[in-house]
Nanobody, 123 residues
Framework: VQLQASGGGLVQAGASLRLSCAASGRRFSNNGMGWFRQAPGKEREFLASISWNGGSTIYADSVKGRFTISRDNAKNTVYMQMNSLKLEDTAVYYC?????????????????WGQGTLVTVSS
């Protein structure tokens, strides 16, 4: 089972990026999914989570209104649209899959993790 995150890169503040997380080896259409990030020297931070059918989403206050999580179960892929990027958004971004079908902010509820994709926001 693999979660492959992609779409990171170097962008200027104010720009947008869309991250993708493609799952292989297992279908996650019945699982909640989430995005986290970890900046250098900081703890892993919850960003967003989406329920199995996309009907419910939750966000961290730090990204609410700027980031949007979505999913395409036919493609076994979850996305994160990131707008109005700030310097403090610089981090490695990880996607993860929950063992349950609903969304969650709690990292320990996630059983599968991707390898991360680096997002660097410059001034």
């Amino acid at each position: 089972v693999q979660l492959q995150a992609s779409g990171g890169g170097l962008v200027q503040a104010g720009a947008s990026l869309r991250l993708s997380c493609a799952a292989s080896g297992r279908r996650f259409s019945n699982n909640g999914m989430g995005w986290f990030r970890q900046a250098p020297g900081k703890e892993r931070e919850f960003l967003a989570s989406i329920s199995w059918n996309g009907g419910s989403t939750i966000y961290a206050d730090s990204v609410k209104g700027r980031f949007t999580i979505s999913r395409d179960n036919a493609k076994n892929t979850v996305y994160m649209q990131m707008n109005s990027l700030k310097l403090e958004d610089t981090a490695v971004y990880y996607c993860a899959a929950l063992r349950g079908s609903l969304e969650s902010r709690t990292a320990t509820m996630y059983d599968w993790w991707g390898q991360g994709t680096l997002v660097t926001v410059s001034s």
